[in-house]
């Protein structure tokens, strides 16, 4: 459940901040709007989740032993994956920070491209996690 919040929370925050930045003029009503569903989807659902995903996936591999780690590639690679997952992850919450201070220089546009980039994360680290192909 944690990993499907933690995904959710990354797909609709650079959503939000398409509108955001295409629809609302900085301090207008319809910003301060975007800046609380913003900090709230951020603070309350995406951050919980991530957290709740790392320590139950580093359980997971303590539980598995150093070996399992080693000896299978796949693995190895999907953390690498998770970890830039959770750069992107780090990086929302800076665009979050500029929204709040009226501080943000990106276009819808470009909000739209990061909007892609759980998804491509996503295509490849579950495929590795189900087919194990190495």
């Given amino acids: 459940m944690a990993v499907i919040t933690w995904m959710?929370?990354?797909?609709?925050?650079?959503r939000l901040f398409?509108?955001?930045a295409e629809r609302a003029t900085p301090g207008s009503e319809m910003s301060e709007t975007f800046k609380v569903m913003e900090h709230k989807l951020l603070k309350y659902i995406t951050n919980p989740s991530s957290i709740v995903t790392w320590v139950f996936g580093l359980l997971m591999l303590w539980s598995l032993g150093w070996d399992y780690l080693v000896d299978n590639h796949w693995l190895q690679i999907k953390l690498?994956?998770?970890?830039?997952?959770t750069w992107f992850h780090h990086k929302l919450a800076k665009f979050t920070?500029?929204?709040a201070a009226d501080?943000?220089?990106?276009s819808g546009r470009s909000y739209r491209m990061w909007n892609e980039m759980p998804t491509l994360l996503?295509?490849?680290i579950v495929p590795l996690a189900v087919?194990?192909?190495f």
């Fill in 8 to 14: 959710a929370g990354l797909f609709y925050l650079p």
């Fill in 18 to 20: 398409v509108y955001h």
């Fill in 80 to 85: 690498v994956l998770i970890s830039a997952m």
């Fill in 97 to 99: 920070k500029d929204f």
């Fill in 103 to 106: 501080a943000n220089t990106r």
């Fill in 122 to 124: 996503m295509l490849v």
């Fill in 131 to 133: 087919l194990k192909p």
